[in-house]
């Protein structure tokens, strides 16, 4: 299987599958500091990434607003003092899609 930081996000449509639990079960070790959950009854990734101030952490996440546009897949990002959480979610079919897996294998790349 090629890394998911060789693919590229495709576009979704509302009718797109989400994501099964094998195929998560097969994605999730590729990207193993992303926490699963669900929030508002929709499926997410997240994960925070720590630095040693707010600079780096705006920084970081001016980065991955660029990367975001690029694929044109947009995650919530909170940007606070020394730490940004990033959560994934593909909006159109309110859960998780493999472009999902994509993104945060990028992001993480961005470390």
């Known amino acids: 299987m090629d890394a998911l930081t060789d693919e590229k996000c495709t576009a979704c449509r509302r009718d ?23 929030r508002e009854g929709v499926k997410r990734l997240e994960r925070v990434y720590r630095f040693a101030n ?28 020394g730490r940004v959480t990033v959560t994934l979610w593909t909006h159109k079919i309110r859960g998780l899609h493999r472009n999902d897996f994509i993104m945060a294998a990028k992001i993480d790349s961005l470390v």
Not at 17 to 38: D, R
């Open 16 to 38: 797109s599958p989400t994501a099964t639990e094998v195929e998560i079960s097969e994605l999730k070790p590729q990207i193993p500091e992303w926490t699963l959950l669900e």
């Open 54 to 81: 707010f600079v780096q952490a705006l920084s970081f996440t001016n980065r991955v607003g660029a990367l975001a546009e690029e694929e044109g897949h947009h995650p919530a990002i909170l940007t606070e003092w």
